[in-house]
């Protein structure tokens, strides 16, 4: 009998030796499981965070009812990716967050780093050009208000008769040579009851050659004593008076002179009414009207300010000029003065 046992007891031993290390690959194959199930639950867990790509829209189509509504698709209360491209959200990817995670909880992962994919880049672009757009939009209305109010006559009551160009003064209304020959040749005589071409050169200039009917009016007492003392008024309600203003090129004395019968019409009036809404400038001045028009100034020449022949002119005329712009800043001020003394 112990002989027996002695025999059966290295057979156990080695029976358990055996079992030992039969059972040790599979524990270490179960540790090796639980690390690559940890693994891929790290990997469905970032998985999660990813963004995806669009998808088509879903919609659920139920038998005998009629195609329902993005808005009806929901995943636990919350708005997928595609239902927020429906509705042209500039979210166009929504991560898979896990749905056990409540609303609050989605803020709180935006603490992390976060990649971008190429879509949400392509969708913050299709933002900033919606954007820009609306700017773009706007700035095309606001130039368009800004346009109709430069074509409107000074008091705001209709639009301008004559087609307007722009030039070099911003505030005041320019028109081409072609319009100044059109209306000559009456092509407006429907609508407008008077014109006055007003030629603001120096006398020696003004008879060197001038457009057909213009008046030489080339100081500021001239012009206000023959517009303002007593105005001009049109016997057809319907029709228009203007007046034209031009000098060599256009670009200081017909500009000036249209300014100062504007302001002092302002001071006349009360705003915005005026005796002479509608000023002109023909841009170029006769220095481009005359090559292009001949036929249609007298004499049919031209001659420049600074003309060799006449220096001493020019002189006489400058100076007597520069005197009647210091008298007139003069009153101004004086009047000024006595506005400020004046009683309550």
């Given at each position: 009998m112990e002989r027996c046992l002695l025999l059966s007891l290295p057979l156990l031993l080695t029976l358990k030796l055996v079992q030992h290390l039969c059972s040790t690959p599979n524990a270490l194959d179960h540790g090796h499981r639980k690390e690559d199930a940890n693994k891929e639950n790290i990997n469905t867990d970032l998985k999660t965070m990813e963004w995806e790509p669009p998808r088509t829209p879903r919609f659920q189509n139920m038998p005998g009812d009629p195609l329902a509504s993005p808005l009806s698709v929901l995943e636990d209360g919350i708005l997928v990716d595609n239902e927020m491209r429906y509705l042209d959200s500039p979210?166009?990817?929504?991560?898979?967050?896990?749905?056990?995670?409540?609303?609050?909880?989605?803020?709180?992962?935006?603490?992390?780093?976060?990649?971008?994919?190429?879509?949400?880049?392509?969708?913050?672009?299709?933002?900033?050009?919606?954007?820009?757009?609306?700017?773009?939009i706007d700035a095309i209305q606001m130039e368009e208000e800004d346009s109709d109010e430069r074509h409107l006559i000074g008091d705001f009551s209709k639009m301008c008769v004559l087609p307007t160009v722009s030039g070099r003064h911003q505030d005041l209304k320019y028109i081409t040579p072609d319009t100044v020959a059109a209306l000559l040749a009456g092509h407006f005589q429907s609508l407008i009851e008077k014109f006055y071409?007003?030629?603001?050169?120096?006398?020696?200039?003004?008879?060197?050659?001038?457009?057909?009917?213009?008046?030489?009016?080339?100081?500021?007492?001239?012009?206000?004593?023959?517009?303002?003392?007593?105005?001009?008024?049109?016997?057809?309600?319907q029709k228009r008076i203007i007046i034209v203003f031009l000098c060599e090129f256009s670009s200081e004395r017909g500009p000036r002179m249209c300014r100062s019968l504007r302001e002092k019409d302002r001071a006349l009036n009360q705003y915005p009414a005026l005796y002479y809404p509608e000023l002109y400038v023909l841009k170029g001045g006769y220095r481009d009207f005359f090559p292009e028009y001949m036929e249609l100034c007298e004499p049919q020449s031209y001659c420049p300010m600074h003309h060799q022949d006449h220096q001493a002119e020019l002189l006489r005329w400058r100076s007597q000029s520069k005197a009647q712009e210091e008298d007139r800043q003069l009153w101004e001020q004086i009047a000024l003065l006595v506005k400020d003394v004046s009683p309550p």
């Open positions: 979210i166009t990817a929504v991560p898979k967050l896990s749905k056990k995670l409540k609303l609050e909880d989605q803020e709180g992962v935006s603490g992390d780093p976060m990649e971008f994919s190429l879509e949400d880049q392509e969708a913050k672009g299709l933002r900033l050009k919606k954007m820009a757009s609306l700017c773009d071409i007003i030629d603001c050169r120096y006398p020696y200039e003004y008879l060197g050659g001038h457009i057909l009917g213009a008046l030489n009016l080339h100081s500021q007492k001239e012009l206000h004593e023959f517009f303002l003392k007593k105005p001009i008024v049109p016997l057809d309600i």
